[in-house]
Every structure is written in structure tokens, then in C-alpha cells.
């Protein structure tokens, strides 16, 4: 589907503004630099600009926006943790604030809220939607609830929430040769359309892909392209700075070093998201869609543990849902038979291999905390890390 005359023509301004940082910085960017601009560009990027990411007149649907049975299971899980270590939840990245709305009413109804919902969003857009989705809550909820511009400068006991916020983080693109590794940019061709360009890796990322490269338990091809996340390490220790006692749960897509790095998977994981397609090629519609790539859970738990934090957990989507309880909110007797219908489609959509129940991911990263967690009780996956 091709974007109408007014979204080609704001298209259009990001990919000219791509152009003159290419030239500018002499004919070539790091793929994290162009990834950077095209999301995140003031008033132009994807996640900066004014046009609907998510839900059906999106671009893609996050578990959320699935089903609000996805939240109420977080926020079980959630509540466990409170009643440990009191304080607040920390939500990185809320999208629309639907998950916000629906774990706040969950835990009203578990007697658990916490003592302040914090949600840190970068794009001033979604922040808007998400002031307008949060106020369908009752004034007491909405009284918990702020919006921060960076992460908090005391650290904080309680929660924090991520979902599908390290996959957009900007990430490096590799190509192996002869055993080592190149960068995978971005240049001009004679048109000015963005082509990929290779060159050689600068020191910092050589050193990352070198011990990555030996981390493997076999040979990658000549050849083979993927993506590296040099940024992730820095998010982590962020946050782990922010948590004095509690857990971080972070949900994503995404799999162990070992099985997301396969030689058979040459090509690596990066998808676009434009109205609901997903493809391969980064360089259409550029500001218009969405970036992403698998995440390499492997590397967050080691940069889990250099950041001083304990894994608690590893497990699949389906797995954690299972473990919060989803089966009992399917058996409410309190809805009628349409709404449960409706939650049976929904819940296999969560659940089912095909759909979101293997691809997407559960990690728990804790300080101070070490009480079993529910999510993680069904299966434990943290050895194939």
C-alpha cells in the first residue's frame, strides 16, 4: 500500500534531511545513525511525527493492543512484586497507554496500585495519546499517573515495564567476510536513493562483533549480514542505575545468541512495518515506517549481570501469560458469551506458537528481589542463554 500525497510529501522531508546528514558526513552513515533519524528525527522521524502507529489504523499491533488480557496478566505479575517492595511502576515507551490503563485498573482491583505510575516517552505525539487513553481511568488512578522526559534521578523501588522498546533501539548492520566483520551503512547512489554500503568497522563496533563472533558455538558464513545492538548494553545499565530494589520485565521478540545468530540465517532479522505489511528493505518509505529487529536475549542478560543485576527469568510469551493466569480470565463468569468469545480469538493470538506465543520473549531482570515469579513458573529458559 503506497502512502497517500500528504504522508509521501512529509516522507519526503525526513529522507531530505537523511540526505544532507549522508553528504555531510562525507558520502556514508553508520546504519544506527540513519535508523536514528528515520524514527526518532524531531517533528519529521516515525515515532516523532503525528501519523497512528498502532492498532488496526496503524502501521503494526503490539500485544497490548491485542488484548487488554495481555496487561491484566502483567499486571498479576505486577502485584506480586508490590506487595514485596512497594513503590511505583516505571513503563518505558507506553504506545498508546492502553497496557498503563488496564494494568492500573487491574491492580486496583488486586488492592495493589502502586504508589506512582511513571511512563518515560520520547515521542511527545504518543505522549498525547496516551494523556488521552489514560483518561477513561477514575480520578484516583489518573492522580498516580506522570510523565517523565528522562529517567528518574533517584532510584526507585517497585516495577518497570518494557514492551517492544529494545527491538527499536538504533542497531548496527554487519556483514561477515572472511571471518571478520564490516559495517553495513548507508550511502547514495547517483539518484540520491539510500542504498547499503559497506565499510570497515570502527574500532568499538570491530571489538563487539569480534567477541560476539567467538561467543557463537559455530561458523557464520562469508557473507552473512545480521544486526549487532551496540546501544542496548548502555539502556540496560540506565535503567539498572534507576532500580534500587524490584524487578524490570521486559517483553520483546526475539531469541537466544545461539539460535537468532543461526549460519542458516543469512540475512538477519531486520523488518519494516508500513500499514500492517512487513518486509525487508529499510530504505522505502523511510520516516514512514517502522524499524526493528529481532532482539539477541543473550546480550541482555549479559549486560544484565555487568549492570549488577540478577536474571530471574527467560521465557516465552505464552509461558508467562500461562503462569499469570490468562486461563482464568478466559473463565470469567462475570462476561457474556459474546466478550467470550472475542477473548478465546484474542488469547490464541497471544498464545498459540504461530501467532505470538514463541517469537515473543519474557526476561526478568531483579535487585533485591529474589521470590519466585509467577510468569516464569510454567518454563524456565534461562540455560539457552
Not at 27 to 32: A, C, E, M, Q, Y
Not at 246 to 271: I, M, N
Amino acid at each position: 500500500m503506497s502512502p497517500d500525497t500528504a504522508t509521501a510529501q512529509h516522507g519526503e522531508r525526513l529522507q531530505e534531511l537523511v540526505r544532507v546528514r549522508i553528504r555531510d558526513a562525507g558520502g556514508w552513515l553508520p546504519f544506527s545513525q540513519f535508523m536514528e533519524l528515520a524514527l526518532y528525527a524531531p517533528g519529521l522521524g516515525y515515532y516523532s511525527a503525528g501519523s497512528v502507529k498502532l492498532g488496526a489504523a496503524g502501521d503494526f499491533v503490539t500485544a497490548p493492543e491485542v488484548s487488554d488480557l495481555f496487561s491484566a496478566c502483567v499486571a498479576r505479575q505486577c502485584a506480586e512484586v508490590l506487595a514485596v517492595t512497594g513503590g511505583d511502576i516505571l513503563e518505558f515507551g507506553a504506545g498508546t497507554g492502553r497496557m498503563a490503563a488496564t494494568v492500573l485498573r487491574e491492580l486496583e482491583s488486586h488492592a495493589a496500585v502502586p504508589e506512582r505510575y511513571r511512563i518515560l516517552e520520547v515521542s511527545a505525539d504518543l505522549r498525547e495519546r496516551q494523556r488521552a487513553s489514560l483518561q477513561t481511568l477514575p480520578a484516583v488512578l489518573r492522580a498516580r499517573v506522570e510523565w517523565l522526559d528522562r529517567l528518574p534521578g533517584k532510584p526507585m523501588r517497585g516495577v518497570m515495564l518494557a514492551n517492544e522498546v529494545l527491538d527499536a533501539l538504533p542497531f548496527e548492520r554487519v556483514v561477515v567476510r572472511d571471518g571478520a566483520v564490516r559495517a553495513l551503512g548507508v550511502s547514495l547512489d547517483d539518484s540520491g536513493a539510500f542504498v547499503a554500503s559497506e565499510r570497515s568497522a570502527d574500532p568499538a563496533l570491530a571489538s563487539q562483533a569480534a567477541r560476539w563472533i567467538a561467543s557463537l558455538p559455530h561458523t557464520l558464513p562469508h557473507g552473512y549480514v545480521t544486526e549487532l545492538s551496540p546501544r542496548m548494553p548502555a539502556w540496560i545499565r540506565s535503567a539498572s542505575d534507576c532500580l534500587e530494589r524490584g524487578v524490570a520485565l521486559l517483553f520483546d521478540y526475539g531469541l537466544p545468541a545461539a539460535h537468532l545468530y543461526h549460519p542458516q540465517r543469512t540475512q538477519g532479522t531486520l523488518r519494516c512495518h508500513f500499514r500492517h505489511t512487513a518486509h525487508d528493505d529499510p530504505f522505502v518509505n523511510v520516516g514512514l515506517q517502522d524499524i526493528t529487529a529481532w532482539v539477541d536475549f543473550t546480550s541482555v542478560a549479559h549486560a544484565a549481570v555487568s549492570a549488577r543485576l540478577e536474571v530471574l527469568g527467560f521465557t516465552t510469551q505464552a509461558a508467562f501469560l500461562l503462569g499469570t493466569g490468562i486461563e482464568s480470565l478466559l473463565a470469567d463468569a462475570d462476561v457474556d458469551l459474546r466478550t467470550r468469545i472475542a477473548r478465546s480469538g484474542e488469547a490464541q493470538r497471544l498464545l498459540l506458537p504461530g501467532q505470538m506465543g514463541e517469537a515473543f520473549k519474557a526476561i526478568a531482570l531483579t535487585r533485591g528481589y529474589d521470590r519466585a515469579l509467577a510468569g516464569f513458573s510454567v518454563r524456565d529458559l534461562r540455560d539457552s542463554l
